[in-house]
């Protein structure tokens, strides 16, 4: 079945370093491919997205590009701030009905 | 707030109990969505509603799972029997149609069920 796998965490990186999470996917379709933040006491947000192959998705610095080739949709910042502590979850939607599958999330802890 | 609205924040039960967990989604947002999410994985698909009736329920994990949305809005899932195993946060969220290409979808904080 179609599945999701993300690199364990916790990572700790220091302020302004660079961020990169893995996400590799399992797809018997073409799936839409998402990253999910969650802030501590928070709900889960949509941080980005990507519908085909090759699209990037950005939005506050973090960016992904939907690679088919290597079935991955890796997370990326240049510059990590510590307001960016908070668990990724990355996810793939292909019944285009939000029922999505979602990795198990990975923590990121940025220190001052 | 316009946000999704879940209560109880936290729910303590012993097995063997039911439970009722409501979610209330931001106004007109059709489509209602239950997911739970165990510790230290991601959350997993339970039921999906358009409106009234369930769209897709193949995520419930077995009869002791229930949700309703009688009036296309506040959800409530139903657990009968719990078990220790049933243990998780519960997720809801709403999106505006419950199509994926072009939305959002909004999530609520979470139920914290916990069975003793």
């Known amino acids: 079945g179609d599945s999701v796998t993300q690199m364990e965490g916790p990572v700790t990186l220091s302020e302004e370093a660079f961020l990169t999470i893995n996400c590799t996917y399992t797809?018997?379709?073409?799936?839409?491919l998402f990253w999910y933040v969650q802030y501590p006491g928070e709900g889960l947000q949509l941080l980005l997205k990507?519908?085909?192959?090759?699209d990037k998705g950005s939005n506050k610095g973090f960016e992904a590009t939907y690679r088919k080739e290597t079935t991955s949709f890796h997370l990326e910042k240049g510059s990590v701030q510590v307001s960016d502590s908070a668990v990724y979850f990355c996810?793939?939607?292909?019944?285009?009905?939000?029922?999505?599958?979602f990795g198990t999330g990975t923590r990121l802890k940025v220190l001052a | 707030g316009a946000g999704v609205s879940q209560t109880p924040s936290n729910k303590v039960t012993e097995k063997g109990k039911y439970v009722e967990l409501r979610c209330d989604p931001i106004s007109g947002h059709t489509a209602l969505y239950w997911y739970r999410q165990s510790l230290g994985q991601g959350p997993e698909f339970l039921i999906y509603?358009?409106?009234?009736?369930?769209?897709?329920d193949s995520g419930l994990p077995n009869d002791r799972f229930f949700a309703v949305r009688p009036e296309g809005s506040v959800s409530t899932l139903k657990i009968q029997r719990t078990e220790r195993g049933d243990s998780a946060v519960y997720l809801c969220?709403?999106?505006?149609?419950?199509?994926?290409?072009?939305?959002?979808?909004?999530f609520g904080e979470g139920s914290r069920l916990t069975v003793l």
């Open positions: 990507a519908t085909k192959a090759d």
């Open positions: 797809a018997t379709g073409y799936p839409s």
């Open positions: 996810a793939l939607d292909t019944s285009g009905t939000y029922k999505y599958i």
């Open positions: 509603f358009q409106g009234t009736g369930a769209a897709d």
């Open positions: 969220a709403s999106s505006l149609r419950g199509t994926s290409g072009n939305g959002e979808l909004f």
